[in-house]
Each structure stands twice: as C-alpha cells, then as structure tokens.
Antibody
Framework: QVQLQESGPGLVKPSRTLSLTCTVS???????????WTWFRQHPGKGPEWVGY???????YYSPSLKSRLTIFIDTSRNQFSLKLTSVTAADTAIYYC???????????WGQGTLVTVSS | DIQMTQSPSTLSASVGDRVTITCRAS??????LAWYQQKPGKAPKLLIY???SLHFGVPSRFRGSGFGTEFTLTISSLQPDDFATYYC??????????FGQGTKLEIQ
C-alpha cells in the first residue's frame, strides 16, 4: 500500500520561500508505471487547487498561476519529491497535499496534508 | 481552463435517503472525471474514477455516471458515515487538474 507523508515548516514569513517534501513509502518513486507525483493545496472552504506535478524522470509541469514562483523536484535515492514556492504572500496560506497521479489521471493516494501559514 | 461547477453547494438529507450531486464541465472532458469524499481535517478520498468506475473498497451504494460535460454522483441509501463534502475533478488534460467547489452533504 503506497503511503505519502508531507513535511516542512508550518509557518513561513512573507516574501520568503515555502519548502515542502513528500516522502513516499510502500513503493518506489522511480518504478515508472505511468505515475506522476503531484502537489495540491486547499484554501478553507474551497476545492483542492492543483499546484504542479513531476515524473520520476524529472519532467515537470506547473500551474500557470504559480509557474513563475514554483519548482518541483524529485530525489529518487530518498524516495521523495519536493516543492519550493518563492516570494510567498498570505494568499499562499493553505493546506498542502502531495499525491500520486495514476496513469489515467485520477488521484488514489494522498498524503494527510500539512498546513502552511504565511505570516510575519 | 476547464471550469467544474457542482450543484447543489449544500444538501440536507437523512439516513436512508437517495441523493444526487451534479457536476458540469465548461468543456467536454469525455469520461475523465473522478469523485472524492472529504471529511474535516482529512485528505480527499477517491470514490469513483473514469466517471463510473468504483474505486477498490468503496461501497456499491456510490454510483457515478455521465459523459462529456454533465456528470452525477448518486448515493443510493445514505449511511451516517457518508455525511461529508464531495468534490468532482476533471483530468481531461495533463496540463491541468481541476476540482469543483464542493457539495457539503449535511444531516437533515
């Protein structure tokens, strides 16, 4: 059973960089299998918002609204993938989830989520 | 961008009721649609994928249908554990994954 777990600071100051890591267990991140590894975020009372995804080979795709500030990268030796979001503002305050995208595009495995607050 | 619109936003029902939630896409997405259940403080849980395929372990009282731009999630006989928020999600394009705004299912 694949499991994902987010980790990282829960509080980030405005204009700084938000960094999160997702650790995958129960399977190798480099197994291929058509899986993509993705980040979503969710603001209170809203549906999840797609942030971006990465394939184990390193190809990535980002939400156009975040693309200029976002980097997602993968560390197959640690079975992890990570997110860096620069120049954060209060609008980036949200619960951030990592998940695995199945080959068809749906999301069967999610992390538990981590709340990131942007505040001085 | 493909927009997903759910209705209703809130639904009040009782245990044993049959309920239906609708999701409309702004463009045709074939059957590339999933439904999720989310409870407070938890990650979304996959219920249905490819519009009508039941995910492993999900009770058969959940049924999805639809194609193109209009989709429905039906719960045939509500159980106490079903009171939660439900989201649809399109994955027609690998350049974006879009969720609806959610339908909160409340106990009447």
């Amino acid at each position: 059973q694949v499991q994902l777990q987010e980790s990282g600071p829960g509080l980030v100051k405005p204009s700084r960089t938000l960094s999160l890591t997702c650790t995958v267990s129960g399977g190798s991140i480099s197994d291929g299998g058509g899986y993509y590894w993705t980040w979503f975020r969710q603001h209170p009372g809203k549906g999840p918002e797609w942030v971006g995804y990465i394939y184990y080979g390193g190809n990535s795709y980002y939400s156009p609204s975040l693309k200029s500030r976002l980097t997602i990268f993968i560390d197959t030796s640690r079975n992890q993938f990570s997110l860096k979001l620069t120049s954060v503002t209060a609008a980036d305050t949200a619960i951030y989830y990592c998940a695995r995208v199945e080959s068809d595009g749906y999301l069967a495995y999610w992390g538990q989520g981590t709340l990131v607050t942007v505040s001085s | 961008d493909i927009q997903m619109t759910q209705s209703p936003s809130t639904l009040s029902a009782s245990v044993g009721d049959r309920v239906t939630i609708t999701c409309r896409a702004s463009l045709s997405i074939s059957d590339w649609l999933a439904w999720y259940q989310q409870k407070p403080g938890k990650a979304p849980k996959l219920l249905i994928y490819k519009a009508s395929s039941l995910h492993f372990g999900v009770p058969s009282r959940f049924r999805g249908s639809g194609f193109g731009t209009e989709f429905t999630l039906t719960i045939s006989s509500l159980q106490p554990d079903d009171f939660a928020t439900y989201y649809c999600q399109q994955y027609n394009s690998y350049s974006e994954y879009t969720f609806g705004q959610g339908t909160k299912l409340e106990i009447q």
